[in-house]
């Protein structure tokens, strides 16, 4: 069977493309350098989310394409390890298995992982290839663990799920914006010019349980910082939502016109009064007072929400709440007003459109309606029944590794879980259980390691492609560079996967025809891409011109959603009430932590938030390749108040240990007074024993799938030195 590498045309001298790490989506310039050690330089570019900025990442991006680890042939596991192996007896093999395994346990016994950095191409043929080619349900995503309880807030409440329902630069003319449980300061830096006006007018409000570098820009006048226990942002929104109401400041008029279910929303946050609230979350009264006349008062208000407030066993109601909150004060469908939330991932937005999800068409159409069946089934040629219905979330599919009468064979593809999921050590165990564990990665990452075939693709910077950034723009990535000699497009590899299956369907394998087949799949559906296509985007981007979906075919986009009516078939949003819940001894430590000699100092209970830091992304599989951003960051540093260290024992740069029931990280002492004293924050991009995961919990939200990481009980000690040992 033919095997062709990738072999396209000579690259341009250079190439007007974007950032490959976060939803903001940057826009730089790369220009081939072919004979120095960095293939590329990276030159920043005037667009509207970054007006010709970049962070650290986004300046180093280039040097990520010299790594020396990069894979450039497919490997194999013998019984001595990985070892090289031709393109053709890669996929034999993986196709061989793969029959056998649906032979004799059917096809939701195949799995597939994708990830939130694919293309919009990419993550189209993946999840075609999941329902066609193996036939399974058992497909979903990275984006799971990111945005999937503010989609699932989103849609429930306006009937459609875009980050921001509005282009970003709406948010300069704001003069209050309030920002909860997002450190864009560290995960999108480029993003602050657009928080400078509300700034200056005195109105950004951020709420954060650390006095994070986004929080520090609310000193000196410049907003208010709001610091609640951590997983209690729902009660400070519940409470927030009673001011408006109790005095006076909710406009009756626009929940009238526009919405359904404000009486129940009335009589759900009537129990929340400043001061319990205040009990509660530790949030003053005056600064909830504060908080509310404000948001009432602005003449342009936006409300909006990021990870910190997301991912929790409650995100899904806590988005829902912030929605309600903004739905009472009637910001949302106006003009110069709005709520959103902030995407995470480089395509975490159209990931999560086009297929990935384990419920979803392309198109956001739902796979168990009938309907959207028919729509999808009809480009691809097949018959409606051929389709299989709605699978299962991520937790609960990495659950379903290696267990009798559940996954056999996995695929992963633009994703690192054993070290970005939660319960490392359970996934980790479920890995190890499989039959076949393919990666397709192009580096050996910790995943991929473990891997019983990987296969080396393509990077960002060799590729064509689209992606859809936090604001539902529709943008192009462009190839700057060939690929190595051995390397391949996961289109490729997909298509010949699915001829050596003997699939249904046509399998295309250029990115501009895999789009047009997308735009037509999407027709009709929510996210409608059909009016779409690489050379309409090519020529509206040298025009200047912007592409917000839906863009229906014959349309000119929309870059502002719910001007004249909301995503129901009513035109009208919904209030959802919702209250708070117990957490529960599931994110906590299940079990003592297991007894170490070594350690023997005193030891606290905390709770452990996780989050990002500015030089590192993710999993950390591709910036800790990057020497100057690995150099700023060399290894996990766990935030403490000193006051706590002081109670342990612990000074700045000590190492020390954190440990429950499931697991136990090492880390170095970051003493910062900007932290609670009974919180501890550590970074999750660290792999091995500085992995933050292996503490967290495989709980989730029963609404969006989304697992516990902002909130998980761990033992904190000092612990033991180790010869020539460094402070980082």
Known sequence: MPTATASPSAAPDAAATHCPYCALQCAMTLVPTPHEAVPARVEPR?????????????????ELLATPDRLTAPLIREAGGLRPATWDEALDRVSERLLAIRREDGPDAVAVFGGGGLTNEKAYLLGKFARLALGTSRIDYNGRFC??????????????????????????????????????????????????????????????????????????????????????????LLGLTHIVLAEGLADLEFLAARTVGFDEIRRSVAAWWPERVQANTGVPVA??????????????????????V??????TDTVTAAINLALVLGLPGRHGSGYGTLTGQGNGQGGREHGQKCDQLPGYRRIADPGDRAAVAAVWGVDPAALPGPGVPAVQLLGMLGVPGGVRALLVHGANVVVSGPDVARTRAGL??????????????????????????????EEEGTMTNLE??????????????????????????????????????????????????????????????????DAQHDAGIAAHWPYPAGSRGTPRLFLERFGHSDGRARLVAVRPRELGDDAGQESAPPSDPAITGPAASLTLITGRLLEHYQSGAQTRRVPELSAAQPRARAELHPATAARLGIADGDPI????????????????????MDTVFLPFHFPDEECANLLTAAIVDPVSGMPEFKRTTVSVTRGPSSEGEEAA
């Open 46 to 62: 005037m667009f509207p989310t970054n007006r010709g900025g970049l962070c650290t990442k986004g300046w180093t991006s280039a």
């Open 657 to 676: 240990v954190l440990r429950n029931g499931r697991g136990t990280v090492r880390a170095v002492a970051l003493l910062a007074d900007r932290i609670r």
């Open 432 to 461: 190890a259980s499989l039959d076949l564990l393919v990666v397709c990665d192009f580096v050996l990452s910790e995943t991929a390691a473990l891997a019983d075939v990987v296969l080396p693709i393509t990077q960002w910077a």
């Open 147 to 236: 945005m999937s309880s503010a989609a699932a807030a989103g849609n429930r409440a306006f009937g459609v799920d875009r980050g921001l329902p509005f282009p970003v630069e709406d948010l300069d003319d704001a003069d209050t914006i309030l920002l909860l449980g997002s450190n864009v300061a560290a995960t999108m830096p480029p993003f602050l010019s657009h928080l400078a006006g509300a700034r200056a007018a005195g109105g950004l409000i951020v709420v954060d349980p650390r006095h994070s570098p986004t929080a520090r820009l609310t000193e000196d006048g410049a907003g208010r910082h709001l610091q609640p226990v951590p997983g209690s942002d729902l009660v400070v």
């Open 310 to 315: 997301e991912q929790h066993v409650d995100g």
């Open 287 to 308: 600064e909830l007072r504060a908080t509310a006349r404000r948001l009432a008062g602005s003449r342009g208000a936006y409300i909006l929400t990021g990870r910190g």
């Open 472 to 537: 539902g723009r529709v943008i192009r990535r462009r190839r700057a560079l060939n690929p190595p000699a051995g390397v391949r497009s996961e289109l490729e590899i997909l298509a010949d996967l699915a001829a050596r299956l003997d699939a249904p369907s046509v399998w295309q394998t250029e990115p501009a025809v895999v789009f047009e087949e997308l735009a037509r799949a999407s027709a009709g559906g929510i996210a409608d891409y059909s009016g779409l296509s690489h050379e309409l985007l």
